[in-house]
């Protein structure tokens, strides 16, 4: 190419301008022949005839214009143009481009024009174009300048690309900041309404219906005619309708004229997209979007225009996810909160006081039974409405009971008839006194059923007061009867009945139904909602039927057997605790509804009538009956002991037994103990050494009948510690006097210790008295109520048995141990501790204690009280739990981390075996992300994917617990519904408050998970525009780059490289960095990178391509301080030519491994100082060295020194020196990268000398020669001896020639060489497509001779053969 | 293109035939190589490869069949490697290779 003949000197190549110059007749235009021409014009033009860049030579006064082929597209319709006068060819540009060239033309002085924009009609439109120019002067061979030389690119697609690229990461950065939808649409509003998209209008789906409503307009100001739609307007509705876009074109006859967006005439047209809902969701708006004439509407404008719908689709979608997620996380926790506060507030604050109203006012009644009538009656209104208010608050205990899961069944097989005869029989007199008729229907079932005593009589007195308040005439009625498998239990009423509509709400708890008319209109609106909580415990069912003025009817179904109720709570006939009448409230309330209003003490006794055997209630007033135990084992004695204390007046409770009587006084302690002295089991004696020993059943009075006479059996008993003594036989008036006796004296005795137990009972604070061994001797009900221990049990000896489990869960055994020992070492104090109750579900207890002297004993004992605190505990450990959630999620990098590490919180929280998170989208195969070994879908157990599975039929945010040990979730997810799921091993209970939690932090997750989403987006928007900026992958051989934004925030910058191949050979190298972040510094970096460029192809060398670029970017906003490193690289020899502009050092390593750094030829950075001069210096890069460029975001780290940095990456390269470049720059980057990522960005470049050798031949044996000299300058270029070239010389050469003579012996083809060194390895390859054949030593003994030559020559030789062709593989080492 | 190969004959001052060779021989010009061996001579000659800086197996192959008709071998270290590798100073009296 450099000997070419002088004839083709001025207009070489086969180019079509090539062509057109030769055939141009020069000799009669102005610019003569080309014989004629300065030396300069002639080089220009040839320069410019063999480039690949468009250029042009300007040439005389006017200017004339020559041209090469890569100028052909920006000449569009102007082609032909070869030596015109330029004013002619541009004459639409002229006075923006014709001044420029003048300037050059008169002050000789080069200058250029970076991305100008100049409106440009070329294809039939005035489109808006964007150019750079370089304008050199070319002198004649006088030195007068007479023309120009312009380098040009069309640079419209990459500005226009780069507006429209920022345009979308604009709205790309307004995910996660909008809190509406209606500021989504805002956000979106005020992004747009620019160049590309001069106008906007979004409208969105009224919800629920199909009309549209604009929801923003953006430029905000715009004419309100414009976002008319209808039949003369916007065609929204039909895109709703449709989902298609539609392209309006006659926009300037439909509206007033649109903003213009900046350019001169408005837009004549417009798309309006739909916007898309949630994947496969409804549309849920459309988005008028104007086109801006600027620009033909093309396949890019129009994806552009679509991907703007896209992302505003999104972010609405986003911020309807959004509120909804945000008023169900709310709602949840607001119900929760209101739940909590309100059970606990009832507890504590109601039933204390309303013990201690009752206790006073029974007594009161007493005493003032004689008293004036008025008294009388006012103290009966305030007993009674006391009952009811009792009655309210026991309910309201019982639902909080049962949804703690601390309702204590204890299921007993009975005659269901039986009983609920008896409990309606309770109801008899007030239901007659109503003047309704009662009809009692209760034959016997032939089986018993089971039932708690206790809430059935709940359910029936329910159901009895219900009826008897709605009804008015006709009857009331009660049936039992059996239906298969099941007991069926109907009350029904002949009452003014539920309309129809009101019937499904029924059972809804407060819900009251509002009623023409009832007996009374007090009511909470939680009886039925607690008859079907009840009914629903034992397994069966509750339904009602109405008819509006006709009656209702109540049906219970029970099942029969005890397979529905949980085993452990079911017991035997008759070992359930006494049931004590609680029908006395229902009753007395059902009786002051009626008319009269009246009713007597008789009545009031028969309402305290014993249910199923057991006796009436002790209460605290002396008109209370006193409870008598019986304990003697021949039955005949015991029933007419039974029968004598009834006709005497006492309750008494019959037992067989010194032990059954130890039992229940321990239970429940009577007013006094009747005991025989000879029983089996616990004689006597015996029992009263055992009540004595107790200080809780040590006031129990006792009085001892036995057949043996005699002083001394008398001395024994009281010496036990009996009260009084009978003998038998005895007279009954005698025993009577004797009972009468011991009970007031035990009474006066024991009124204190009464109150105390009273007071103790009525405390909501659960109360309990340890002795000095930390057995615990005395509790109460409260006690019971909160960890299911009762009292029949005490005492209970430590370990005490509502203590965690030390194996299954030894942190909080260490709590609870912790806690304890504080009791035993300090006098008084408090603390929380985690306890179980008694059926295994874990409880926090808030205890405070002191240590007191018992008066009675003189032994010192702790007493103490302690509060469930589960509830605030919960709460703590839920705002914790959401905290910590938030945290971890705002902090994750990417969507897959944030979630891996939330799955790892809850794993901590619940202390579960595992959690799984299983993305359920649209695909077979669902993603699953572990805290276990588990990485696969298929990998997971059949059950347990079949149960994950199941949770798409949930709603969501809300928890499944299909069974005990395991709970799951869904949630939305980007990519779809994402399920939860948490194991916990072992069969621990997943309770309300841990669904609760889950739920709180599963709409927490959703949130985050968005957010997390848009963070990749976005991050995928900003790498894709960097690398759209830092431009075509082309590299010249031997460089390798990288560019990695920064982790956080997200990554955009001003970091660049670039490497320029100029025409001569050599190559520019360019690595930068702007100041800032940011679209705004990318921008900047875009601009700078190509102003570089140009200026490099004018070859000046570096430092004057640096002085030209400071005067570029004294001009630019933002590019001051812009760090710079420019060289230029002769790939041929190796030189180097740099500067810098404040950039730090390039560094050397060469094949020794010894580094230098490229510290001169250092000045200020760019726009510092723009009229300063710079310096260059030059450097040859020795053989198999390795030149790495960076910007300082890869060795800058806080803390430490920018010299340890550098020390630190040439390290690197050195010991990366022996491989290929591509690979040492992914290493470089790897091995510098900080454990979380880098924090400012970074641009990389390496380079290797020399560059790989390639080289391509026809298989021919003429090619032998030049291939050989081609490849030996190249081992010398490479630093190899004179003895190990000709090695390689050698065995490269039959390499070759195998190649030719074995691949190619029918057909011709080509032959492939590659050479690449690195610092102590040579890599030869030959290459060809065709099969070698293994040579046959027998057939021809010279044929292995090139193969042993190979072998011998180098290290190490691979042949490798296949049907497409072969490679010979060679490696020699390069001696240091 | 050929590679380029410059063979002359002349006679020593004792009167024995010697082939002088300059240039390259590979596959490419081995039969003329081989033409040029011979014909220049009825008995064996010196071949004077000393002006040579390339052969191959192409090369040697050429030598090895002719290996009787060459009486003395004169190259350069530079081939050293190449005709000792394949085993031709064992066949071939040489001088200058070491």
New interface residues.
């Given amino acids: 190419m450099r000997d070419e003949k002088p004839g083709d000197l001025v207009f070489p190549g086969g180019s079509e301008m090539a062509r057109r110059m030769r055939a141009h007749p020069w000799s009669d235009s102005a610019m003569g022949s080309p014989q004629d021409w300065p030396a300069s014009l002639g080089t220009a033009v040839r320069i410019c005839l063999t480039s690949r860049f468009p250029m042009i030579v300007w040439w005389g006064p006017r200017l004339r214009f020559l041209y090469n082929d890569a100028y052909l597209p920006l000449l569009g319709t102007n082609h032909p143009a070869l030596g015109k006068p330029g004013e002619e060819v541009w004459a639409e540009i002229w006075h923006i481009i014709g001044p420029m060239l003048e300037s050059v033309m008169t002050s000789g002085e080069a200058t250029w024009s970076e991305d100008l924009m100049l409106p440009m009609s070329r294809h039939g439109y005035w489109e808006e174009t964007y150019w750079t120019y370089s304008y050199s002067p070319l002198q004649d061979d006088e030195g007068t300048v007479r023309g120009v030389f312009t380098a040009v690119s069309d640079t419209t697609e990459r500005v226009v690309g780069e507006r429209r690229l920022g345009v979308l990461q604009d709205l790309g950065a307004q995910a996660g900041r909008a809190r509406s939808v209606a500021e989504a649409c805002r956000l979106v509003a005020d992004v747009l309404g620019a160049e590309d998209v001069p106008f906007i209008a979004i409208y969105l789906r009224k919800p629920g219906t199909d009309e549209l409503a604009l929801a923003a307009l953006g430029p905000r100001e715009t004419d309100p005619l414009t976002v008319a739609h209808g039949p003369h307007g916007w065609p929204v509705d039909e895109v709703l309708r449709t989902g298609e876009p539609i392209t309006v074109t006659d926009v300037a006859d439909r509206f007033p004229p649109l903003p213009s967006g900046g350019w001169q005439t408005t837009p004549t047209s417009a798309v309006v997209l739909p916007l898309s809902g949630e994947t496969g969701g409804q549309t849920i708006g459309v988005v008028v979007l104007a086109v801006s004439v600027r620009r033909a509407l093309d396949e890019a404008y129009r994806s552009f225009l679509t991907l703007v719908a896209r992302q505003t689709a999104d972010l609405v979608n986003a911020a309807i996810a959004y509120e909804a997620q945000q008023r169900r996380a709310e709602e949840l926790a607001e119900l929760d909160r209101a739940k909590t506060l309100f059970f606990s507030n009832v507890s504590h604050e109601f039933r204390t006081p309303l013990t201690l109203i009752m206790g006073p006012l029974q007594e009161l009644r007493g005493v003032l039974a004689d008293a004036d009538e008025r008294v009388r009656e006012e103290l009966d209104v305030m007993y009674r409405n006391g009952l009811r208010l009792g009655k309210l608050v026991n309910t309201l205990l019982d639902f909080s009971r049962i949804e703690a899961g601390r309702m204590r069944a204890r299921y007993e097989p009975v005659d269901l008839s039986a009983v609920t005869a008896e409990l309606a029989s309770v109801f008899r007199s007030a239901v007659e006194k109503a003047g309704l008729a009662f009809e009692v229907d209760c034959p016997p079932l032939g089986e018993p059923v089971h039932i708690d005593r206790g809430m059935w009589e709940k359910v029936i007195l329910n159901l009895l007061s219900n009826a008897v308040k709605f009804t008015f005439d006709g009857s009331v009625r009660v049936s039992v009867a059996r239906d298969g498998e099941h007991a069926v239990v109907t009350v029904a009423d002949t009452g003014i009945g539920v309309a129809e509509n009101e019937l499904p709400r029924l059972f809804e708890r407060f819900h009251r139904i509002h009623s023409a008319r009832s007996r009374s209109n007090e009511g909470s609106g939680i009886g039925l909602a607690l008859v079907r909580e009840l009914v629903g415990l034992h397994g069966g069912t509750i339904t009602a039927s109405s008819t509006a003025g006709e009656g209702t009817s109540f049906a219970i179904r029970l099942p029969l057997g005890v397979e529905h109720l949980p085993a452990e709570d079911v017991v035997p006939a008759g070992a359930q605790d006494a049931v004590f009448a609680s029908a006395d409230p229902y009753v007395q309330e059902a009786l002051r509804w009626l008319p009269d209003g009246e009713r007597d003490d008789s009545d009031d006794l028969a309402g305290s009538v014993v249910v199923g055997g057991a006796v009436p209630a002790s209460a605290l007033g002396p008109s209370k009956p006193a409870r008598v135990l019986v304990a003697d084992d021949n039955a005949d004695m015991l029933q007419y002991l039974t029968r004598l204390l009834r006709s005497g007046g006492y309750q008494v409770t019959a037992v067989v037994d010194g032990q059954e009587a130890l039992e229940q006084v321990r239970a429940n302690a009577p007013d006094l103990v009747v005991s025989d002295v000879m029983m089996p089991r616990l004689d006597g004696l015996s029992l009263v050494t055992a009540l004595r020993a107790e200080s809780r059943t040590a006031g129990v009075p006792v009085l001892l009948l036995s057949a043996r006479a005699g002083q001394e059996a008398s001395i024994e008993g009281l010496a036990a510690g009996a009260d009084d003594y009978l003998v038998k036989p005895f007279a009954a008036a005698d025993l009577l006097a004797r009972v009468r006796a011991n009970v007031e004296l035990s009474r006066l005795r024991n009124h204190h210790a009464q109150w105390r137990t009273a007071l103790v009972d009525s405390l909501q604070e659960a109360f309990f008295v340890c002795d000095e061994e930390g057995a615990v001797i005395e509790i109460n009900t409260a006690f019971t109520d909160i960890l299911g221990f009762g009292p029949e049990d005490l005492p209970y000896r430590p370990v005490h048995p509502w203590w965690p489990d030390q194996e299954t869960d030894p942190e909080a055994y260490r709590l609870t141990s912790a806690a304890f020992s504080q009791i035993a070492t300090e006098a008084k104090g408090s603390y929380i501790a985690p306890v179980e109750h008694r059926d295994g579900h874990r409880l926090w207890a808030a205890a405070s204690f002191s240590w007191v002297e018992d008066p009675d004993s003189g032994r010192r004992v702790v007493v103490g009280t302690f509060r469930d605190v589960t509830a605030e505990h919960y709460a703590v450990q839920r705002e914790t739990a959401l905290a910590a959630l938030s945290l971890r999620v705002s902090e994750a990098e990417s969507l897959t981390d944030a979630l891996r590490s939330t799955l790892a919180l809850l794993r901590e929280l619940w202390r579960a075996d595992r959690v799984l998170a299983v993305t359920l989208g649209d695909s077979e195969q669902p993603e699953v992300l572990s805290t276990g070994p588990e990485d696969r879908w298929e990998r997971l157990p059949r059950p347990l994917r079949d149960a994950i599975g199941a949770l798409r039929d949930e709603p969501l945010l809300t928890v499944a617990v299909r069974e005990a040990g395991s709970a799951g979730i869904t949630l939305e997810h980007p990519r779809g519904l994402l399920a939860v799921w948490i194991d916990l091993g072992e069969n621990r209970p997943f309770s309300a408050e841990d669904q609760t939690l889950l739920a709180l932090l599963a709409g927490r997750l959703g949130q985050g998970l968005h957010r997390a989403h848009q963070i990749d987006q976005q991050r995928e928007t900003a790498l894709a525009l960097q690398r759209a900026i830092l431009g075509p992958s082309h590299l010249p051989d031997g460089f390798a780059v990288r560019y990695e934004p920064a982790t956080r925030p997200l990554g955009v910058g001003g970091d660049w490289y670039d490497t320029v191949e100029l025409p001569d050979g050599r190559i520019g190298i360019v690595v930068g960095d702007c100041v800032g972040r940011g679209l705004k510094a990318a921008t900047v970096m875009g601009q700078l990178r190509s102003a570089c460029r140009a200026l490099l192809l004018q070859d000046t060398g570096p430092a004057n391509t640096l002085v030209a670029l400071d005067r570029f970017a004294a001009r630019l906003s933002g590019a001051i301080c812009t760090t710079v490193f420019c060289g230029v690289l002769d790939p041929e020899t190796g030189h180097l030519v740099y500067a810098s502009a404040g950039h730090p050092p390039g560094i050397v390593t060469r094949a020794d491994g010894t580094t230098l750094l490229l510290q001169e030829g250092r000045s200020l950075p760019l726009a510092v100082q723009p009229s300063a001069e710079r310096g260059q210096a030059e450097y040859a890069l020795p053989p198999r060295a390795t030149l790495l460029l960076y910007t300082d975001g890869l060795i800058e780290r806080r803390r430490r020194s920018l010299t340890v940095g550098m020390d630190q990456a040439a390290a690197v390269v050195q010991e990366g020196r022996a491989i290929p470049v591509d690979e040492l720059a992914t290493h470089i980057m790897t091995r510098l990268a900080p454990a979380a990522g880098f924090d400012d960005d970074v641009a990389l470049l390496l380079y290797r000398n020399p560059a790989p050798l390639q080289v391509t031949f026809p298989a021919e ?6 291939v ?1 000299a081609t490849l030996r300058r190249w081992l010398e270029r490479a630093g190899l001896g ?2 190990q070239v ?2 390689v ?2 065995a490269a ?2 390499a070759c ?1 195998n190649a ?2 074995h691949g190619y012996r029918q057909a011709t083809g080509t032959v492939v060489l590659r050479a690449a060194a690195t610092a102590d390895d040579l890599r030869v390859t030959v290459t060809d497509t065709g099969a070698w054949k293994l040579p046959d030593p027998a057939a021809n003994p ?1 044929r292995g ?2 193969i ?2 190979m072998r ?2 180098m290290d190490q030789v691979t042949v490798e053969s296949n049907t497409v062709g072969t490679t010979v593989d060679m490696h020699a080492r390069i001696p240091a | ?4 190969l410059t063979l002359s004959t002349s006679r020593r001052e004792d009167g024995s035939p010697v082939l002088t060779v300059t240039g ?1 021989i ?3 010009n081995a039969d003329t190589f081989t033409e040029a061996l011979t014909s220049a001579s009825e008995e064996p000659l010196v071949l004077d490869l000393t002006g040579v ?6 090369g ?2 050429v030598l ?2 002719n290996a009787e008709r060459i009486r003395l071998l004169v190259a350069t270290p ?1 081939l050293g ?2 005709l000792k ?2 085993g031709l100073t064992e066949l071939v009296t040489t001088d200058g290779i070491s």
């Fill in positions: 044996s003429g090619g032998l020669a030049p050989r004179t003895r000709q090695d010389l050698v050469g039959e020639a030719i003579e010279h001779r090139g042993t030559l011998a020559l | 293109m050929t590679t380029p390259e590979d596959m490419n800086d390339y052969l191959d197996s192409a040697l192959t090895f069949v530079l490697p190449v590798i394949s």
